[in-house]
C-alpha cells in the first residue's frame, strides 16, 4: 500500500519567514495531493491540493510543488503569520478506491 | 450551513461499555470516513464507506463496528473489544469514494476517554 511520510514533525520561524514542509510517497500510481491545516480541537481543513497533471499551485502566500520523478511534494508558505500556527498534514490518494493516506503532521509555530 | 456534524465533543467510557460516536453531513456527499488521531501521530482510517449500506475496513478495524444506513449517517461503536480506544476521532465526508481524489470534509472530533 501507500506510504507518506512527511518532514518536519515540528517547524519554528519568525513571523514573515516561509515556511516549508515537505512529504514523499511510495506509490507512483497516487495522483492526489491535498494539505490539511488542523488547529487545536478541531477537524483538519483542506488548504491546498494538486493533482498530478501539474507540478506547481499556488493560491494568495500558499503554494504547493510536485515533483512525480521524485516522489515528493512540498508546501510552501510564504510570509507567516501567527495565526499559520497550526498542524499540516500532507496526504496522496487517487489509487485505492476510498483510501487517501495520511502523513504523520507537522507542527508549525510562527513566533510573532 | 453545510458540513460535518459530530457529537459528542467529549466522551467518557467505563471499562467494558460499547459507546457510539454519531457523525451526520449535510454535504450529499457519497463517501463518509472515519478516522482515529493519537498524539503527535497522523490520521489513521478504522473504516470507510462509498455509498449507503456498503462500507470497508480501513487500517485499524478491530474493536470498532460502523453503519451506513442513510446517506447523511454514519455513526462509529467502538466495542469493549478496542483495549485502548482514547483518542480523537474524526468524521470525514466527500463527494465520491469511487477514487480517493477528491478532498475530504471533517468533523471537529470527539474526544473519547476512558473512565
Known amino acids: 500500500g501507500e506510504n507518506v511520510e512527511q518532514h518536519p514533525s515540528t517547524l519554528s520561524v519568525q513571523e514573515g519567514d516561509s515556511a516549508v514542509i515537505k512529504c514523499t510517497y511510495s506509490d507512483s500510481a497516487s495522483n492526489y495531493f491535498p494539505w490539511y491545516k488542523q488547529e487545536l480541537g478541531k477537524g483538519p481543513q483542506l488548504i491546498i491540493d494538486?493533482?498530478?497533471?501539474?507540478g506547481e499551485k499556488k493560491d494568495q502566500r500558499i503554494a504547493v510543488t510536485l515533483n512525480k520523478t521524485a516522489k515528493h511534494f512540498s508546501l510552501h508558505i510564504t510570509e507567516t503569520q501567527p495565526e499559520d500556527s497550526a498542524v499540516y498534514f500532507c496526504a496522496a490518494g487517487g489509487t485505492n478506491a476510498g483510501k487517501s493516506t495520511f502523513g504523520d503532521g507537522t507542527t508549525l509555530t510562527v513566533k510573532p | 450551513d453545510g458540513g460535518i456534524t459530530q457529537s459528542p465533543k467529549y466522551l467518557f467510557r467505563k471499562e467494558g461499555q460499547n459507546v457510539t460516536l454519531s457523525c451526520e453531513q449535510n454535504?450529499?456527499?457519497?463517501?463518509m470516513y472515519w478516522y482515529r488521531q493519537d498524539p503527535g501521530q497522523g490520521l489513521r482510517l478504522i473504516y470507510y464507506s462509498q455509498i449507503v449500506n456498503d462500507f470497508q475496513k480501513g487500517d485499524i478495524a478491530e474493536g470498532y463496528s460502523v453503519s451506513r444506513e442513510k446517506k447523511e449517517s454514519f455513526p462509529l461503536t467502538v466495542t469493549s473489544a478496542q483495549k485502548n480506544p482514547t483518542a480523537f476521532y474524526l468524521c470525514?465526508?466527500?463527494?465520491?469514494?469511487?477514487?480517493?481524489?477528491?478532498?475530504?470534509?471533517f468533523g471537529d472530533g470527539t474526544r473519547l476517554s476512558i473512565l
Open positions: 454535504l450529499n456527499h457519497d463517501a
Open positions: 470525514a465526508s466527500s463527494i465520491t469514494g469511487a477514487r480517493s481524489n477528491q478532498p475530504q470534509h
Open positions: 494538486i493533482r498530478s497533471n501539474v
